[in-house]
C-alpha cells in the first residue's frame, strides 16, 4: 500500500488557477524551449487532442479538461515510476474556460486498433491483459491518510465521471455512507419528502468497500500498446475521470463501456480486474434510474 503525499497535491492544487510548468520534466531539458502558446491550439471545442509530433508533444484541450486530470497524471507517475506507464505531464494553461494540458505524446497505437489485428491473437491479447492487471493492482493499492480519506477528485474535488454527468456536482464526500446517501437523493431531489424512498439497489451495496485511486476509464481506446512486434502496453491515458471511489468503481466502470456480450467484457475484463459482478449488476440498475444510459 501507497500513500499519497498530500502537501506536494496541495503545492499543485496552488497553481491550478494559473499557467503552471513542471520545470524539471525532459521537455525542459532542452534549453530555451517552451511550451506552445494556447493561441496556437484550437480551443474552440469541447474535448480534443492537438499534437505536435516534432516536439514528442500533446495537447489536450476543451472546456470539459481539467487541472484534476493533470494533477492525477502527475501522482500517479510519481509514485508508480515505470510501473504504471503515464504520460509524462509538461505543465497546463487556463484560458477562459478552457484548460489545456500539456503532456508526452506517447508512440504506438491504441489497443482498440490493434486488438482484432490477425497477428495480435490470443497470445497477444493474453500478455497484454497480464501487463494491465498488474498496473491496475498497484494503482488500487494506492491510498489516502486514513484521517483525511474523501470519495472525490484526487485533489479533493468532486467526482468527474461520466456517469454523473450534467447532474448536481457528485461530492467529494467524507465517508461511503455520504456518497450512497447523495446517489439515492439524486434521482429522488424533486419528491416531496413523504415521497421519498430507500433505493433497493444502493441498500444492497457493501457498506465495508474500501476508498482506493481509480482510472475510472480503463477502456482499449485508452490504452497505448507497441504498433507491431510483440505486444506491449506503453501507457494508458486519459485520466480525466480518475479519483478516489469505492473499490468496486474499476469492474464496474470497465463493464459499463463496453458492449455487453464483447470478447473484452465477457474474456478479458475478468483477467484484468477482480470480479465484482454483484457491485457491477446493483450499479448498472441504479445508472439507469438516472439516466446513465
Same mark, same amino acid.
Given at each position: 500500500?501507497?500513500?499519497?503525499?498530500?502537501?506536494?497535491?496541495?503545492?499543485?492544487?496552488? %497553481?491550478?488557477?494559473?499557467?503552471?510548468?513542471?520545470?524539471?520534466?525532459?521537455?525542459?531539458? $532542452?534549453?530555451?524551449?517552451?511550451?506552445?502558446?494556447?493561441?496556437?491550439?484550437?480551443?474552440?471545442?469541447?474535448?480534443?487532442?492537438?499534437?505536435?509530433?516534432?516536439?514528442?508533444?500533446?495537447?489536450?484541450?476543451?472546456?470539459?479538461?481539467?487541472?484534476?486530470?493533470?494533477?492525477? /497524471?502527475?501522482?500517479?507517475?510519481?509514485?508508480?515510476?515505470?510501473?504504471?506507464?503515464?504520460?509524462?505531464?509538461?505543465?497546463?494553461?487556463?484560458?477562459?474556460?478552457?484548460?489545456?494540458?500539456?503532456?508526452?505524446?506517447?508512440?504506438?497505437?491504441?489497443?482498440?486498433?490493434?486488438?482484432?489485428?490477425?497477428?495480435?491473437?490470443?497470445?497477444?491479447?493474453?500478455?497484454?491483459?497480464?501487463?494491465?492487471?498488474?498496473?491496475?493492482?498497484?494503482?488500487?493499492?494506492?491510498?489516502?491518510?486514513?484521517?483525511? %480519506?474523501?470519495?472525490?477528485?484526487?485533489?479533493?474535488?468532486?467526482?468527474?465521471?461520466?456517469?454523473?454527468?450534467?447532474?448536481?456536482?457528485?461530492?467529494?464526500?467524507?465517508?461511503?455512507?455520504?456518497?450512497?446517501?447523495? /446517489?439515492?437523493?439524486?434521482?429522488?431531489?424533486?419528491?416531496?419528502?413523504?415521497?421519498?424512498?430507500?433505493?433497493?439497489?444502493?441498500?444492497?451495496?457493501?457498506?465495508?468497500?474500501?476508498?482506493?485511486?481509480?482510472?475510472?476509464?480503463?477502456?482499449?481506446?485508452?490504452? /497505448?500498446?507497441?504498433?507491431?512486434?510483440?505486444?506491449?502496453?506503453?501507457?494508458?491515458?486519459?485520466?480525466?475521470?480518475?479519483?478516489?471511489?469505492?473499490?468496486?468503481?474499476?469492474?464496474?466502470?470497465?463493464?459499463?463501456?463496453?458492449?455487453?456480450?464483447?470478447?473484452?467484457?465477457?474474456?478479458?475484463?475478468?483477467?484484468?480486474?477482480?470480479?465484482?459482478?454483484?457491485?457491477?449488476?446493483?450499479?448498472?440498475?441504479?445508472?439507469?434510474?438516472?439516466?446513465? $444510459?
Amino acid at each position: 500500500m501507497v500513500q499519497i503525499p498530500p502537501r506536494e497535491i496541495d503545492l499543485l492544487l496552488q %497553481a491550478s488557477k494559473k499557467d503552471f510548468d513542471v520545470p524539471n520534466s525532459t521537455y525542459f531539458q $532542452v534549453s530555451g524551449r517552451e511550451l506552445p502558446d494556447p493561441s496556437t491550439v484550437d480551443v474552440k471545442g469541447i474535448q480534443d487532442v492537438a499534437i505536435f509530433p516534432e516536439q514528442q508533444l500533446a495537447v489536450k484541450y476543451g472546456r470539459e479538461v481539467t487541472v484534476d486530470e493533470a494533477i492525477a /497524471m502527475w501522482t500517479v507517475r510519481k509514485l508508480l515510476v515505470d510501473k504504471l506507464p503515464v504520460p509524462e505531464l509538461y505543465g497546463w494553461r487556463i484560458r477562459d474556460r478552457n484548460v489545456l494540458i500539456y503532456m508526452e505524446l506517447i508512440p504506438g497505437v491504441t489497443l482498440e486498433r490493434r486488438w482484432d489485428e490477425a497477428d495480435f491473437g490470443e497470445v497477444g491479447k493474453a500478455a497484454v491483459c497480464k501487463e494491465l492487471n498488474g498496473m491496475l493492482t498497484l494503482l488500487h493499492q494506492l491510498r489516502q491518510e486514513p484521517s483525511d %480519506a474523501f470519495i472525490g477528485s484526487i485533489p479533493g474535488g468532486p467526482l468527474l465521471d461520466r456517469v454523473f454527468e450534467e447532474r448536481p456536482t457528485a461530492g467529494p464526500f467524507r465517508t461511503l455512507e455520504k456518497f450512497y446517501s447523495w /446517489m439515492e437523493w439524486l434521482p429522488q431531489r424533486f419528491l416531496q419528502a413523504s415521497q421519498r424512498y430507500r433505493d433497493p439497489f444502493l441498500e444492497l451495496m457493501p457498506k465495508d468497500s474500501s476508498i482506493v485511486f481509480t482510472h475510472a476509464d480503463v477502456h482499449p481506446r485508452n490504452i /497505448m500498446v507497441t504498433a507491431s512486434g510483440p505486444p506491449r502496453v506503453l501507457a494508458i491515458i486519459d485520466w480525466g475521470q480518475s479519483g478516489w471511489y469505492p473499490d468496486w468503481w474499476e469492474h464496474f466502470k470497465m463493464c459499463y463501456t463496453t458492449h455487453y456480450e464483447g470478447d473484452w467484457r465477457m474474456n478479458w475484463i475478468p483477467k484484468i480486474v477482480r470480479d465484482r459482478e454483484d457491485e457491477r449488476y446493483l450499479m448498472s440498475e441504479y445508472a439507469m434510474t438516472i439516466g446513465a $444510459v
